[in-house]
């Protein structure tokens, strides 16, 4: 009997910066925001990003494209 190994390239699902703030800010669910960063639990972004929440997005801060794009597609009050 033998194994195959396959070679994966290198991936990262890292978004930071090198002065540690993200490079994207992440669409989340509103009640999710505080109890994550008081509790360190995990958010799920529109985009499928699973991280805590560390930074507090400003106003003009960089945002996914890809929650923005589904944001932009969801009724009001979704």
């Known amino acids: 009997m033998s194994t195959v190994t396959k070679e994966r390239p290198d991936t990262?699902?890292?978004q930071s910066t090198d002065?540690?703030?993200p490079k994207f800010f992440h669409y989340v669910k509103k009640n999710?925001?505080?109890e994550s960063?008081?509790?360190g639990?995990?958010?799920v972004a529109l985009c499928g990003e699973v991280f805590p929440v560390t930074k507090s997005a400003k106003?003009?801060?960089p945002v996914c494209p890809e929650c923005?794009?589904?944001y932009d597609g969801l009724r009001p009050g979704d």
Do not use: E, Q
């Open 12 to 14: 990262t699902t890292d």
């Open 19 to 21: 002065d540690d703030a």
């Open 32 to 34: 999710k925001i505080a």
């Open 37 to 39: 960063a008081v509790m």
């Open 41 to 43: 639990t995990h958010v």
């Open 59 to 61: 106003p003009g801060s």
């Open 68 to 70: 923005k794009k589904i």
